[in-house]
C-alpha cells in the first residue's frame, strides 16, 4: 500500500473509516468522502488524510468532487465504493421512497461515483466495491438492500469487460453481519443490535465481527496480488454461511 493513492467512499465511520486507517498507517495517500462535511472534517483530521464532502445520492456533488479531484491534480491507485445504507422493511412494507432511495445510494451512487472518477484512475488500478452476503443469503427485510447491491455486483461484471483495456480492476468483497453504525443507522434498537450480535456467537468465528475483520481482504484487492482478478467475489462472513 506504500506511496499508492486511494478514495474511500462513506470513510467517516464503519469499516470505511477502519479501512482508511489502516491504509494511512501502511503509507498509503488516502481520501476520504462524506455526506457530512464535520464528519469529514473530523475523520480526516483524526487519520491525517484528505477529505471531501460528497453525497453519493447527488450525481452533482460527485461530479463536483471528480473535478476537485483533478484540479488538485490527484491520480487514484484505489477506489473502494463502501458508501451505503440499509432500510430493513417487509417486502409489503417497503415505501417506494425508502426503495428509491436504497437504489439511489447503493446502486446508482457507486455507479455515477465509478464514472465520474474513472478517468482518473490509473493503469493498473483496482476498485473494490463493498457488497454484502445479503446478495445470495436471503434475510427478513432485506429485499430492496439485497437488490441494491445485487444491481452494482452485475455492473461490476460489464465495467470489467469495458475498463480492461485501461487496466482498470473491479472486484468485491461480501461483509457478512458486521457491528458497525449501520445497524443503529436502520433503526435497530440497542436491545436489538445486541440480539443480532449475539447470535453470531454460533458462526464458525464465534462473535460478531467487526469492521477491522473486513480490511484485510479489501486490502488483498487493493494490491497488485490481485493483478489477475477481475469481478472476484470475497466472502468475509465469519463462517455463517457454512
Request: aromatic content about 6%.
Amino acid at each position: 500500500m506504500n506511496g499508492k493513492t486511494i478514495l474511500v467512499t462513506g470513510g467517516t465511520a464503519g469499516i470505511g473509516r477502519a479501512l482508511a486507517q489502516a491504509l494511512s498507517e501502511k503509507g498509503a495517500k488516502v481520501i476520504i468522502t462524506g455526506r457530512d462535511r464535520a464528519r469529514v472534517e473530523q475523520a480526516a483530521a483524526a487519520m491525517g488524510c484528505a477529505g471531501y464532502v460528497a453525497d453519493s445520492v447527488d450525481s452533482a456533488q460527485l461530479t463536483q468532487l471528480a473535478a476537485a479531484l483533478q484540479q488538485d491534480n490527484i491520480r487514484l491507485d484505489g477506489l473502494v465504493l463502501n458508501a451505503g445504507v440499509f432500510y430493513p422493511d417487509a417486502v409489503t412494507a417497503t415505501t417506494e421512497e425508502a426503495f428509491d432511495l436504497t437504489m439511489a445510494i447503493n446502486t446508482k451512487g457507486p455507479f455515477i461515483t465509478l464514472q465520474q472518477l474513472r478517468p482518473l484512475l490509473n493503469n493498473p488500478s483496482s476498485v473494490v466495491f463493498v457488497s454484502s452476503i445479503a446478495v445470495t443469503k436471503a434475510f427478513p427485510h432485506a429485499a430492496v438492500y439485497a437488490a441494491s447491491k445485487a444491481a452494482f455486483e452485475a455492473i461490476v461484471r460489464v465495467a470489467n469487460l469495458e475498463f480492461a483495456p485501461l487496466g482498470i480492476r473491479i472486484n468485491s468483497v461480501r461483509p457478512g453481519v458486521t457491528a458497525t453504525d449501520i445497524q443503529g443507522k436502520a433503526g435497530m434498537s440497542a436491545e436489538q443490535q445486541a440480539e443480532l450480535f449475539g447470535s453470531m456467537n454460533g458462526t464458525v468465528l464465534g462473535r460478531v465481527m467487526t469492521p477491522d475483520d473486513q480490511i484485510g481482504a479489501i486490502e488483498f484487492l487493493l494490491s497488485d496480488r490481485s493483478l489477475a482478478m477481475r469481478s472476484a467475489v470475497v466472502e468475509v462472513d465469519g463462517g455463517f454461511l457454512l
